[in-house]
């Protein structure tokens, strides 16, 4: 994050510098008067931001590539050339009239009429002026480019575009100073040009606010299509932008709906549970009065635990919840109908409605279920609750298997409190086995630390990990949305999980005892944590797809509102590209992050194996996620195979970034979606 941070820190810098350089040059131009120590102090600043920004370019690209691989042209065009010619015209000159006025002093009483002596109006001169004027207009233009139009790609045709503006208001610029008009006239031209720019300023602001809005209809499978270098198909049916998309099979093969790809349908579920949605007053246990949407009226919803290869009925029953809502299965890859997202696999439920869902729980760990209508309100009202998948003969006998969620709630006054607030307390009798599922429901990354015993994380996002080490003292950082569990004998002493800096589980053996303090020496890394095991694929592989998908951040309109924006590729939803695949894929993709906040990426319906971040190979037990932190100025290389056919959401799970356009699709060929977002229909985008 800080070499993020320091480079548009450098880029608002250049902008300030060379802008004030070229207000200072041209008056001192006009009132042919220099003060040529001062000038070169200033072109010292604009050199030395230059230079750190340059530099900080090679670090990023030196990580990786896309880091600067669609920008650094256009750095070079608008930086690199214009400040260096202007350094080369000034410096020399300033320093030149610095030293003969030097040689001129008279005496203390004429220093001040020699240092402020009229300057010959030579064209030396005038090319000085004009070269860092140049700079400045190509600093201003730089950062605008930054601040509202992230590069989506290196097209030649942008980079063109870019240089001919560039040119064109230098040459406007030149043609200006050329044409030298009375005071009057100047002023005039001046103010004309400025009324003009607010106009155009204006009609460009009300114009992106209108072009920003969203249909009211419209199919989530909206987008140009991305084919990731792989076989290309068959398009005759396939709609772009904001009509929708059908991807056909190459051969013609009829299109299969999302309804289609159910869970079993018949047969007695193993596990059957009926969740209620209603809005109810819930009291935590700090006292704090919570108006929630609730499952089941708790918070947070109750806890589901089925046996690896359950047949799962849930009954969903809309009691009062007037926006509608839905279940989503977080890091279960069920069957595509039953992934339950609005507009995309279902419509959602509305008041006095039911929906069923089925499907078998195949992959054994720490899972979690919430609205996927409008998520990002429903989920912090509390419309979420934890699933949690046992081995088929369950967990070995005296295992104490405690769940650990902190999640925060607003409370009626607008407030907001967190569940574990005050600590929990917890009794657990000393040589007691114990698994802590760590999860993290809330938008940001969330650290624990657990104190008072070494401890081994036993998985990642329900996926167990190969031979973990025992740690200690280690900070585990969880992506918004992902999952770890730890596991540890419990110690004669209290063991205390901290979630936040004011909340916590204390474990002891009478569920007293005083809060040790939290230690931690350092991070705990995946990457390289336990032991290498053999995988269906690994870096090495040959893969069929290959993605990128590169964040950023621009300030611009969405649905009507003016919003920090988060990019894919420098758009939002419901511009962001189609990921298309065909069954049996082996996939790619390369997640890069240039924006100034963590990004944790969540692929419905598959697990993601991590090959690498910032180049660097994974070494450790294969890390398997279904929600990926990526931090500003990383990047990271993950794999998955193509293996569950569907329409699937791939977003940010901060669902704040989400429900501003930081989402795109994943889809099969010959898969296609017949259920619509939109204002004018029941389900909301994210």
């Known amino acids: 994050m800080l070499l ?55 670090i990023l690209g030196s990580r990786d590539w896309f880091f600067v691989r669609d920008t650094i042209t256009v750095h070079l065009i608008l930086l690199g050339v214009p400040i260096a010619a202007a350094l080369v015209r000034t410096i020399p000159l300033l320093w030149k009239l610095a030293s003969d006025r030097q040689r001129d002093r008279l005496g203390p009483s004429k220093a001040v009429e020699s240092a402020r002596a009229e300057v010959p109006d030579s064209g030396k001169l005038q090319m000085a002026v004009f070269s860092v004027q140049a700079a400045g207009i190509g600093a201003s233009v730089d950062f605008v480019l930054t601040l509202l139009f992230p590069m989506k790609s290196l097209d030649i045709w942008n980079v063109i575009l870019i240089a001919v503006i560039f040119a064109a208001l230098t040459g406007a610029l030149w043609r200006l100073r050329k044409r030298r008009q009375p005071k009057w006239s100047r002023k005039v031209r001046i103010t004309a040009c400025v009324l003009l720019a607010l106009a155009s300023a204006s009609s460009w602001l009300v114009w992106s606010s209108q072009a920003s809005k969203l249909p009211g209809r419209m199919s989530m499978m909206a987008g140009s299509a991305d084919y990731g270098g792989g076989v290309t198909m068959n398009s005759a049916q396939m709609g772009h932008g904001r009509s929708g998309m059908a991807s056909m ?11 289609e790809l159910t869970g079993p349908r018949s047969g007695e579920p193993d596990q059957r549970f009926t969740l209620i949605a209603e809005k109810k007053t819930v009291t935590l246990k700090s006292g704090a009065a919570i108006e929630a949407w609730t499952y089941n009226g708790q918070l947070p919803g109750p806890e589901l635990r089925v046996r690896q290869g359950d047949l799962v009925e849930v009954k969903l029953i809309n009691k009062d919840i007037e926006e509608g809502v839905t279940i989503h299965w977080h890091g279960q890859d069920v069957p595509n109908a039953e992934d339950g997202v609005a507009g995309v696999t279902q419509d959602s439920v509305m008041p006095g409605q039911t929906y069923t869902y089925r499907f078998i729980a195949r992959q054994v760990g720490s899972y979690w279920y919430h609205s996927h209508q409008q ?64 999860f993290n429901t809330g938008n940001w990354p969330k650290n624990v630390s657990i104190t008072g015993v070494p401890f081994k994380v036993a998985a990642i996002d329900g996926t167990d990990i190969n031979e973990p080490a025992e740690l200690t003292n280690r900070r585990l950082v969880l992506a918004a949305g992902g999952r ?42 995946p990457l390289t944590y336990g032991s290498p095991l053999k995988t269906l694929f690994d870096a090495t592989s040959q893969f069929d797809r290959n993605f990128t998908m590169v964040f950023d951040n621009k300030l611009g309109f969405y649905d009507g509102g003016f919003e920090r924006l988060f990019t894919i590729n420098g758009e939002v939803f419901p511009n962001t590209p189609m990921l298309m695949v065909k069954e049996g894929d082996l996939v790619k993709t390369t997640f890069v992050n240039r ?74 060929e010959g898969v296609i979606s017949p259920f619509e977002v939109g204002h004018a229909t029941q389900n909301r985008p994210e």
């Open 595 to 668: 924006s100034l906040v963590p990004h944790p990426m969540h692929l419905h319906g598959h697990h993601m194996l991590v090959l690498s971040r910032n180049g660097k190979p994974s070494t450790g037990s294969p890390w398997w996620v279904d929600t990926l932190n990526v931090d500003p100025g990383e990047s990271y290389v993950v794999a998955f195979k193509a293996d569950n056919p569907g329409l699937w959401m791939d977003h940010c799970h901060n669902l704040e970034h989400a429900a501003i356009g930081m989402t795109l699709h994943l889809s099969y």
């Open 375 to 438: 998520s990002s309100e429903q989920v912090k009202r509390g419309l979420f609750g934890t699933l949690i998948v046992l081995p088929k003969e369950g967990l070995e006998p005296g295992i104490e298997d405690i769940t650990v969620m902190d999640p925060t709630y607003r409370k009626a006054d607008g407030s907001e409190v967190n569940l574990l607030s005050p600590i929990d307390h917890r009794i657990v009798k000393a040589g007691t086995p114990v698994r802590l599922r760590l």
């Open 249 to 259: 099979s190459s051969s013609d093969a009829e299109a299969v709906s999302v309804k």
């Open 4 to 58: 993020i941070a320091i480079d548009l820190a450098l880029q608002f810098l250049l902008f300030v510098v060379w802008g004030c350089a070229a207000i200072r040059f041209s008056r001192s131009e006009k009132r042919h008067s220099f003060r040529p120590r001062s000038h070169l102090v200033l072109l010292g600043a604009g050199l030395l931001f230059t230079a750190g920004k340059f530099v900080t370019l090679f």
């Open 484 to 525: 770890y569990d730890v596991a540890f004998t419990m110690p004669d002493k209290p063991v205390y999980v901290s979630t936040d800096p004011s909340s916590g589980m204390l474990l002891s053996a009478d569920g007293k005892g005083s809060v040790p303090e939290a230690k931690t020496d350092s991070v705990f890394d």
